[in-house]
């Protein structure tokens, strides 16, 4: 492995490192490595207190270079869909609706993604309407600040008075459905009405 | 009297095991390697940034404004701070915030044509780091790749070759260590990423099932190209689906040896080219696939240009 991997030996190369910066070299190497392999350790859930623990000391420079990432792209399993479906109430009376992301508006592709994102990690956030009152409760304390802030950038932006959201999770068929020309419907999940009011938090 | 023999040939075995460990990870790490790799590396990581910050600026309000989607405070209040610093977050003017993005963005493309690149590499791993940090919301794994890569930038010798900086500097560039610590950072970060990645898949029973691609297929959201005529051939999302998982959950030890590494890297190719067609996630495959190419021979042979016939010819003469 490590033979394979040798440059070449074929051109000038500078002089190999002394042995004391080759240590000093070594020891930030470790410690980079440690604040890259530990965070997916760490989390999202499940993950272990003992993760946890470890990371403590690594966190100045987990989030001074922004390494506290989880890898678990499309897992455990890739999920349904989501989208936040808004309607505005302008103060002339005029209703204005929308979705977030617009495939038909969010480009280039990059926008769309980073847009398509709110509802995604939103919806990880909001349990489904049939969980328990005391979950849906407990989650809203979790999930309703993003809301606000979604609709206060909506009322800003569109200059409106009242706004209501809702997040749409939308039906994923199986491949027996999709043969067979059936689908479901999608879900919604109100996500709050909010009016517009000057924004106090920076 | 023996045993004070087996004794001292006990030491003389952990110490010598100590020593193979030592010149093996010297081996590793400091073995000094030519930047042309790098170089290559750096043109298209700064490319892809600069793409970044220009589409950050399309909705610059949205993403870092005082009006944003995710306002400062709350972002404050979710993140580890202090640690997740950024430089948005005093910005509160709409002049201050379009000045900072485009501060990253001329970075970024300082980066990418090597002006001035230690520097340059600096600034825009300072305005990815604050981008990402103040609009947690709109991130993705594209980001996550890109920032794998910035770090390793700033330590190799990445303006040494291919860059405006080797034009004005005329230094001959030569093989060196910090260029090895840099694509081996970026190696070993990409091991460790597939590895995550693949571990967090088999917490799910769709990957076992062999379904989970029909999952990606069938996302409205996502589809950019209609592959459900799959729904016809579940053996094929079968294999696909765990191809994907197997692929992943080894790459950290098959990408290593001479024999495995070729498939690996073509079935990378595969894998993200298809992603970024299939899911219209091309910035992602193809960041995950700059990636990948720190795997490449850190000499490029087929590549080699006329500058790097004279070093070799140089050096046997």
């Given amino acids: ?202 | 009297m023996k045993r004070n023999s087996d004794e001292n040939k006990s030491c003389q075995e952990s110490l010598s095991w100590f020593a193979s460990w030592w010149r093996a990870w010297t081996i590793f790490w400091f073995t000094p390697s030519n930047p042309l790799l790098l170089g290559v590396l750096r043109i298209l990581v700064g490319g892809l940034l600069a793409w970044s910050n220009f589409v950050w600026l399309l909705d610059q309000e949205g993403f870092f404004g005082l009006s944003s989607w995710q306002s400062a405070g709350n972002v404050w209040r979710l993140n580890d701070q202090p640690w997740h610093w950024s430089w948005y977050f005093p910005a509160q003017t709409v002049l201050a915030t379009n000045s900072l993005t485009a501060v990253s963005l001329l970075a970024a493309i300082s980066l990418s044509v090597g002006f001035i690149t230690r520097p340059a590499a600096c600034i825009a791993l300072a305005g990815y780091v604050s981008a990402v940090n103040r609009a947690p919301l709109n991130t993705f794994g594209f980001d996550d790749v890109l920032g794998i890569m910035l770090v390793p930038l700033i330590i190799g010798a990445a303006g040494a070759r291919l860059s405006v900086d080797s034009i004005f500097w005329k230094k001959q560039p030569v093989p060196n260590p910090e260029t090895t610590i840099a694509l081996r950072l970026i190696q070993v970060h990409l091991c460790v990423l597939y590895f995550f990645s693949g571990c967090g898949k088999l917490l799910g029973a769709s990957w076992w099932e062999g379904t989970a691609l029909w999952g990606a297929v069938a996302n409205i959201q996502y589809r950019t190209i209609d592959l459900t005529f799959l729904a016809w051939h579940p053996l094929l999302i079968n294999a696909l689906t765990l191809g994907t998982l197997f692929w992943e959950v080894s790459y950290a030890a098959l990408i290593w040896p001479r024999l495995t590494r070729p498939l690996v890297l073509a079935v990378a190719v595969f894998v993200h080219l298809g992603i970024g067609l299939t899911m219209g996630m091309m910035e992602f495959g193809i960041a995950m696939l700059i990636a990948n190419m720190a795997f490449l021979p850190p000499h490029l042979n087929t590549f080699q240009t006329h500058q790097d016939s004279e070093l070799a010819t140089g050096q046997n003469s």
């Fill in chain 1, 1 to 202: 492995m490590i033979q394979e991997q040798q440059p070449s030996n074929d051109q000038p190369s500078r002089q190999q490192w002394p042995l004391a910066v080759r240590l000093f070299a070594s020891v930030v190497i470790l410690i980079y490595l440690l604040a890259v392999a530990i965070p997916p350790l760490a989390g999202p859930p499940p993950a272990s207190e003992l993760a946890s623990v470890i990371l403590q000391p690594f966190r100045p420079l987990v989030g001074a270079f922004s390494l506290s990432h989880g890898y678990r792209f499309f897992a455990p399993n890739p999920g349904p869909g989501h989208s936040i479906r808004w309607t505005i109430q302008t103060a002339r009376g005029n209703t204005l609706k929308g979705v977030i992301p617009d495939a038909k508006t969010d480009w280039p592709r990059l926008l769309y993604h980073r847009r398509f994102m709110i509802p995604e990690k939103i919806a990880a956030l909001v349990p489904p309407p049939l969980a328990p009152a005391e979950i849906r409760r407990e989650a809203t304390r979790d999930w309703q600040p993003f809301a606000e802030d979604i609709a206060t950038h909506l009322l800003v932006k569109h200059e409106g008075q009242e706004v209501t959201l809702e997040l749409i999770e939308h039906y994923l068929p199986d491949t027996f459905e999709l043969k067979e020309g059936r689908a479901g419907d999608d879900l919604t999940i109100p996500l709050g009405s909010y009016e517009w009011r000057e924004r106090t938090s920076q």
